[in-house]
């Protein structure tokens, strides 16, 4: 994971909007063909089947708890995320909910089912 903020740009807490396109276009340059941003409600849990290609995503706010087995990693806000890419795992996102832009190459790569 690196730091999204590592060009030493710097967003102010009411212009996120500006960071999310900042973000949207780093990931069309870095060649991910479909970019979106979303927001999940606190507490959502989800399991996440494998991945067919490569998927990172930045979480802009909030933070959420990856799962595999017996292996845990929490994510926060400012972290740039590659997707892994075998097994099924899960994500809970904390308390505050959870602010995330997506790149994937294949649309629909990233589908979750709620718990």
């Known amino acids: ?6 060009s030493g740009k ?3 807490e009411d212009n996120l909007r500006t960071l999310i396109d900042d973000l949207t276009a780093l990931l069309i340059k870095q060649g991910f063909v479909y970019v979106s941003d ?5 507490s959502t849990a989800y ?15 909030g933070h959420f708890l990856l799962k595999d087995g017996a292996f845990e990693m929490a994510v ?5 995320f590659k997707v892994p890419f ?3 795992y899960t994500v809970e996102v904390g308390l505050e909910g959870c602010t ?4 994937e190459m294949t649309n629909g790569d990233s589908a979750k089912t709620k718990l």
């Open 76 to 80: 926060n806000a400012g972290a740039e």
């Open 1 to 6: 994971m690196t730091d999204i903020n590592a």
């Open 38 to 42: 979303w927001f999940d409600e606190p």
């Open 47 to 61: 399991v996440v089947q494998a991945h067919k290609e490569p998927v990172t995503m930045y979480v802009v706010q």
């Open 10 to 12: 710097e967003y102010a």
């Open 86 to 88: 075998k097994g099924m």
């Open 100 to 103: 995330y832009v997506l790149g």
